[in-house]
């Protein structure tokens, strides 16, 4: 007798499959810093709506491969954990054990974020935000950094939130007209509600002021009074998120929750970048509204659908690998 009825749906059919599959063992090669992890674990989230997923997560602060391993393919911690079936990594700091623990296991290797050229081909898959201008046979491109937000159904249709960051690599601060920018923002939506955070950059001294604009339209709850969830809750609730140009991760985190996003200009520092490349082309596909163009309210402003790269890159992930 078949494992499953001969007139099941190939969709059903194949759910059912990948349940009954072993869970395909994924290692994430983390180096603490939330911006990355945030990219591999979202990625992660996604496959494991695609097919069964163990993940096993390596610290690079305790197991830290050295470039000499790397080339010889040696990663002591692989002897302690089960063989995976893809390796996944971002940032700089992580290609020499991503190397290692590739060469040692034979599985193979993903990394997030472009590496140095000369380092591209060693890595059997790489998925670079487009505004980096890479390519390649084992390239692939995304509209931003992946993350783990996703759209959610549940907006509240009067609340908005503020997040707020801080002079930054690409751009200098000018404190006085960002609040010149939020004030004009809370007088012409009056009929909603906001939230305001901080992040680790913004200065103490952009914090008070931002405190003083509290009132009965405007609750601000610096980044310090925040547990890590926090962020994501708030996203989706939120219709509307206004963003500073500088908080870039947060820019592609709001167009992922399903809100209409908002952008207020900080002075950018000279010279062309690859932040600013990416974020103009945001404005110019009309994913982002900025407050600059005398438009304060996003209520009338007509976004394309939710970005969900890390679902994309799944898909691609899960059909090539598994």
């Known amino acids: ?62 197991h830290k491969a050295s470039w000499w391993q790397a080339v010889r393919g040696i990663f002591p911690p692989a002897s302690a954990l089960p063989q995976p079936d893809l390796i996944i990594a971002t940032g ?11 060469r040692a296991t034979g599985a193979p290797t993903l990394l997030i974020m472009a590496p140095p050229k000369g380092l591209t081909r060693f890595f ?40 707020i960051g801080g002079p930054s690599q690409h751009h200098n601060w000018d404190e006085a007209a960002l609040l010149e920018q939020i004030s004009a923002i809370l007088a012409s939506n009056t009929e909603h509600h906001w939230k305001l955070t901080t992040s680790r950059r913004t200065p103490a001294s952009t914090t008070e002021r931002l405190r003083s604009l509290a009132a009965d339209q405007l609750k601000v709850i610096p980044v310090e009074e925040t547990e890590a969830d926090w962020l994501p809750q708030k996203l989706a609730e939120s219709s509307y998120a206004w963003v500073t140009e500088d908080s870039v991760s947060m820019v592609y985190e709001a167009l992922s929750s399903g809100a209409k996003v908002g ?57 090539r690998f598994f």
């Open 1 to 62: 007798m078949p494992l499953f009825p001969s007139n099941m749906p190939a969709y059903f059919m194949s759910q059912l499959q990948n349940r009954m599959a072993p869970a395909k063992i994924i290692w994430q090669i983390c180096d603490h810093k939330r911006g990355h992890e945030n990219q591999s674990s979202g990625l992660i989230h996604a496959l494991s709506k695609q097919t069964a997923i163990e993940p096993i997560r390596i610290d690079i602060d305790k």
């Open 92 to 102: 700089s700091q992580t290609h020499s054990s991503l190397l290692a623990a590739g």
């Open 124 to 163: 059997d898959l790489c998925i670079v935000p487009a505004h980096d201008q890479r390519q390649g046979p084992n390239i692939i491109q995304t509209t931003g950094a992946m993350n783990t937000v996703e759209a959610s159904p549940n907006k509240e249709p009067q609340a908005g939130l503020f997040l």
């Open 263 to 319: 952008l207020l200009p900080v002075p950018r520092k000279a010279g062309e970048s690859r932040i600013i490349r990416g974020l103009d082309a945001l404005k110019a596909s009309n994913h982002i509204l900025s407050s600059s163009e005398n438009q304060p309210d996003l209520s009338s402003f007509q976004a394309p659908p939710p970005l969900n790269e890390a679902a994309r890159i799944a898909k691609i992930v899960s059909h």
